[in-house]
Every structure is written in structure tokens, then in C-alpha cells.
């Protein structure tokens, strides 16, 4: 007969295992899965707040160069429980589970690049009779940077990628400094761009996954998630 204490072991470590496979990122999504990130999401309170951070890295501003602020990777069960918070979705867990199905299930990657002192939305002009010296940076520039996704040492490659700018609305104090106001369509400034890329879900694993980022100037950014401890 098996001793008690050895019993009760087992069966913890049974259920430790169910519980960390049922975390894993998994594609498709069963109804009750999509019943659950839906629920999730509709709750909108600290437990949805926490499930979504795990899906996003906040980076520090670096000594020199464009800051490659944030850096998020959301599965489908993510996207399902932020468009339901943020009430992009429909309007029953029924009706989500049938649209969801529509759809290609991807993975998405979303990039926000902030400009900085010594990356700002003005560069220097090389156009001759230019009497400023300088000309405003192109809205697309993110399209200077390089992106990936690698499990592995594999990289994936994206279905889409595609980006936009990111102004801000500001005037200039007596310091010269820049100070936060009401938006006024005549003082919106260049403050960096937000980018998304999608990736089939399926070519996707539940693993260690590494974003990369590299800027014009040559910094190396990267993002670890760990997709077989997320949903």
C-alpha cells in the first residue's frame, strides 16, 4: 500500500502539471476558452488589469537614441480579453466565440517608439537653400527599424506589418520647455509611432519567444515571453 504523504504528492504534482498545461498558449481556442478570456475581460477590474500586463514589457529610456518604450506580444486569448475590457467586442460570449471563429487566429506584436532629445522630430537638412538648417523627421520613420520574432533561434516571419505616428499636443513655455496642454489640432507635435505585426498563430509555439527591435543608431532591444506560462 502506498504510503499516504507519497499519495497526496503525486496527486499535487497532477494537478500542478493540468493546471501548467491549461496556461499554455494554445491555438484555436475552444469555446469555453474564448467564454473565459471573454468573462475575463467584461470584469474589467485588477484581475484583468494584471492578466493583461503580462502580455507587455515597458522599457527604459536609453542614454542616447529612439526609446523603444513598450513592447507587447498578445495571443489570441490576450486580444479576446483586451477587446472585451476595452468593449471592441460583442456583446455576449456566444456571439464573441462565433465571430472569434471567423477570423484567422494571429498573434500580435505591438511596438510603441517614442522620440527623444537625441532622436526628435527634427533632423538636420541637407537640402541646399534650406536656411533653418533642419527639416521635420518623415512620419513613417519607424520604417527605419528592424523587427523580428524568434523562437529558438527560429525566426518567424509576419503575415502584416504596418505602423502610424504618434503626435502629441504641446506649446512652449518661457523655458523653451515643452508643456502638456489641451489638444489643439495647430500644436500637435511628432512623438513617435505605434507599430503592429500579426503572425499566424499556428506557426507559433508554446515557448520561450524573443522580440527584437533595432533602431537606426544601433540598439538592440528585446522582449522575452514565455508562451508555454501564458494563456
Known amino acids: 500500500m502506498q504510503h499516504p504523504m507519497r499519495i497526496f504528492t503525486s496527486l499535487l504534482l497532477s494537478l500542478c502539471l493540468t493546471f501548467l498545461s491549461g496556461a499554455a498558449f494554445d491555438s484555436p481556442l475552444s469555446d469555453s476558452a474564448i467564454r473565459e478570456a471573454y468573462f475575463l475581460g467584461l470584469r474589467h477590474d485588477d484581475k484583468t488589469r494584471v492578466t493583461l500586463e503580462q502580455y507587455s514589457r515597458r522599457l527604459p529610456v536609453p542614454e542616447k537614441g529612439a526609446h523603444v518604450a513598450e513592447i507587447g506580444l498578445y495571443t489570441p486569448y490576450a486580444q479576446i480579453v483586451q477587446q472585451t475590457s476595452e468593449k ?27 522620440l527623444t532629445p537625441t532622436y526628435s522630430y ?14 521635420f523627421r518623415s512620419n513613417d520613420f519607424w520604417r527605419d527599424f528592424s523587427f523580428s520574432l524568434r523562437q529558438r533561434d527560429t525566426e518567424i516571419e509576419p503575415l502584416s506589418v504596418h505602423g502610424e505616428p504618434y503626435y502629441q499636443f504641446q506649446r512652449i513655455g518661457q523655458s523653451g520647455v515643452p508643456i502638456n496642454e489641451q489638444p489643439n489640432p495647430q500644436q500637435s507635435v511628432l512623438y513617435g509611432a505605434r507599430v503592429w505585426l500579426e503572425y499566424d498563430a499556428a506557426t507559433v509555439a508554446s515557448d520561450e519567444t524573443q522580440i527584437e527591435v533595432i533602431t537606426p543608431d544601433g540598439q538592440h532591444v528585446t522582449a522575452n515571453f514565455d508562451l508555454s506560462r501564458l494563456r
Open 88 to 114: 471592441m467586442i460583442a456583446s455576449s460570449a456566444q456571439q464573441a466565440a462565433e465571430d472569434f471563429h471567423k477570423q484567422k487566429e494571429t498573434i500580435q506584436v505591438r511596438l510603441l517608439i517614442l
Open 122 to 135: 527634427t533632423i538636420a537638412s541637407r537640402e541646399p537653400g534650406n536656411k533653418q538648417g533642419f527639416q
